[in-house]
């Protein structure tokens, strides 16, 4: 379909109630609860994942709130470190994990590769219910005392020494994962059987690519989280001694299992963010992105490599000097297909058609973000450096600018590019670009000055610190309340642009991509009949040359 | 004087200087990095503004030379900092052979130090400028990590196995010491402070000893483990013989030797050595003796080990001399 034809049938766009379409084919509870609609049950997690994602946001508050005066005067060291606890726990493993795939990617990896639906839609409401209990599980935990192990367990202090619910928090990190891995294995299946003709795996949208890659690490990566998890289970409730040198285990083990998961997962949280910073920066520049392969396979690199450079989370937990060496090398070699996306796209640009709609801002926002965390990763990769700064704020402030400033820009990002998709209705452009630009600022005021209290010496997970870091932590929650707000900006607008936002067309953004083909909101089917694809992505060709 | 409103922490080790040369390398490549993007995001997203909504550029595909060279330049500028690193780090683990040796223990929720010449301290350490000093740490309980921000050095304290680390301070005055491993309810309270003296005030303070609140003088590690030597037992099978039979090889001029084992390996009688032949012995045997040693997990602490090892180190010295124990069991 030539995008003359799109524009000229949506110049009058019709209002979403005048037409069947996945929303108002049938209602009522039961006919979300058990719909087995990829659509649904990406709003469903869109639903879960943003009550995880304020209840998260509240821990954080507390926690900066405490961080205002040195002494630890706003609740007891015991609340304190369950406050980080939850918020760790919450915001990686119930909001950034299943983030951009469980809400995006459901939505879109079918309608963009040009199917009906994912390739087991069952086991795809199976993994919503998965992740629920597990988020039942955990929040119980929290309600009955809460956990106060960190959300890394490291041992034996989650084994032996810690007095709160590390047992029913196990239990619900370990159903969770479960979720993780079938999203996966059902992404890959798709993908791999469901594509429409003519839709190469060269003609593929990035986005694809990165959902491809992370369902890697989902199926390898998850299953070993869970096996640690079940053994800090095993030595805590049996005292079988794994990890305990009292029961004759080894405790610096578990770092290496936990990690070997949870290196893995950060790139389980950007990659996927790396695959709509490509759709949108595309779209917004009218052009091809440059080097569509590089950038394809940099996403498989980041994959692969990312399984091998877990051990840069022990350069000082006695592991031996070379071990260190190899993996700090290849930490470094990591860096390096995240560089040549960065480069890539903003290559695109390059002789684009650039416009400065939301979704632009937030790829603007994530590539000086991604950058300035990408860049602070090699400060941590670097052996003799990273003794002085590991486990302090500069950790802390280099994690949150890879999974604040570039997982949730491209989250945020990615939700207001295809919100017209999803709910029918656009929502409005000055109020979007000013709740982008006030995360932007109170992001940065918030973490930036976490940078210079890490080098100064403050350690991470301290509820009480020496006075002399006081400045630089005020700062830091004045930030946090720009941010606080900013986050809160486009939760009003949505909700609020479901009854009252201008109605969208098919395709508001002029946007390649199949997706974008069909009417918005799609019907449940997707496509009225299976499209043929005989273009490669982002087939922004002049307009001439189409007419012509 | 230290400005109000630092933005780099005070160095006062041998190390400091090296460490922060290679932070600010970073810093430079980080701004030259962040600095390119920004400038070309901007520039771009300027020149080429969308100026009429028909506007439809011409595509364009990549340019592999452009990828080489941004695939190149930042993989060598990487590896350099990787080698940079990488022998600081050399340097950092590996301590001088003329290192004064002190002990660090770490409890919930605080640290305790023996100095070789009978000082006990706790939360804080008094050490002379210009000496080097090698910290051999372990655990009670859980993980703690020993942190002085102004040295740059920090290394994980571990239940069951000793860790190390050194430093050579060059500046005195009194400084940080933080736990940096999430170890429990009280972790932001287990610090301390580690007091740098000029060479004539230390002397003065170990002379001095319980002068300065938190010092208890005591015998000399070694001291006390030629007791124990004793009280354990051990002076049985490994300083003399059983009805004729020599059970347990001899200890003196031990420490620091390579050793023979019973499977052909050769290890080096090092500290850890020390510590897990005496509580796992059937771990390694030593070429030419029967696995008769009884375990001694669970019956000495942490500190009595550490006591231990200091008088079986002081054998060392000893046999170079007189081919005699320096301290009689």
Known sequence: MSTAAIEARDVFPTPPESREHYLNVNYGVRSWLLTIDHKRIALLYLASITLFFFLGGFFAVLIRLELLTPAGDLVESETYNKLFTMHGLIMIFFFLVPSIPAVLGNFLVPMMIGARDLAFPRLNLLSWYIYTIGGVFTLCAAVFGGVDTGWTFYTPYSTTYANSNVMLTAVGVFITGFSSILTGLNFIVTIHTMRAPGLTWFRLPLFIWAHYATSLIMILGTPVLAISILLVALERALHIGIFDPALGGDPVLFQHLFWFYSHPAVYIMILPAMGVMSEIIACFSRKRVFGYNFVAFSSVAIAVLGFFVWGHHLFVSSQSVYAGLVFSVLSFLVAIPSAIKVFNWTATLYKGSVSYQTPMLYAFGFIGLFTIGGLTGLFLASLGLDVHVHDTYFVVAHFHYIMVGGAIMGYLGGVHFWWPKMTGRMYPEVWARLGALIIFIGFNLTFFPQFVLGYLGMPRRYHAYPPEFQILNVMSSAGASILGVGYLIPMIYFLWSLRYGAVASANPWQATGLEWQTPSPPPTENFASTPRVTEEAYDYAPLEAKVA | ?329
Not at chain 2, 21 to 26: E, G, I, S
Not at chain 2, 257 to 270: P, R, S, W
């Open chain 2, 1 to 329: 004087m230290r400005p109000e409103f630092p933005l780099f922490p005070e160095q006062a080790s041998t190390v400091a200087a090296h460490v922060d040369a290679l932070y600010y390398f970073l810093i430079g490549v980080s701004l030259f990095f962040a600095t390119l993007i920004f400038l070309l995001v901007v520039s771009f997203a300027i020149k080429y503004r969308r100026r009429s909504e028909d506007e439809r550029p011409q595509p364009i595909h990549g340019d592999l030379r452009l990828e080489l060279v941004w695939t190149i330049i930042p993989l060598g500028i990487a590896m350099l900092i990787f080698v940079w690193g990488a022998n600081l780090y050399f340097t950092l683990s590996s301590p001088p052979s003329d290192a004064l040796n002190l002990y660090v223990v770490g409890k919930q929720w605080m640290w305790k130090i023996q100095h070789p010449t009978g000082q006990r301290e706790i939360n804080q350490l008094h050490v002379p400028v210009g000496q080097p000093v090698k910290l051999t740490m372990t655990s009670e309980d859980v993980i703690h990590s020993f942190f002085v921000p102004a040295f740059r050095i920090k290394m994980d304290v571990v239940p069951g196995r000793y860790t190390t680390t050194w430093f050579e301070a060059t500046k005195a005055g009194e400084y940080h010491l933080f736990c940096t491993e999430y170890c429990g309810t009280n972790h932001s309270r287990m610090i301390g402070r580690v007091v740098v003296m000029e060479p004539v005030q230390y002397e003065q303070w170990l002379q001095s000893g319980n002068g300065t609140g938190g010092v208890a003088v005591g015998e000399a590690p070694m001291v006390v483990g030629a007791r124990l030597f004793k009280e354990q037992r051990c002076v049985t099978c490994h300083a003399g013989s059983v009805g004729g039979l020599v059970l347990g090889p001899s200890l003196a001029g031990l420490f620091g030797k390579a050793v023979q084992l019973q499977t052909g390996e050769t290890v080096t009688a090092d500290e850890s050595y020390l510590r897990e032949s005496i509580l796992n012995p059937t771990a390694k045997i030593v070429a030419g003796y029967q696995p008769l040693m009884p375990t001694y997990q669970g019956q000495i602490s942490e500190d009595e080990l550490f006591q231990l090892i200091a008088y079986i180190r002081s054998l060392e010295q000893a046999t170079e001399t007189t081919g005699e124990a320096k301290v009689e069991p």
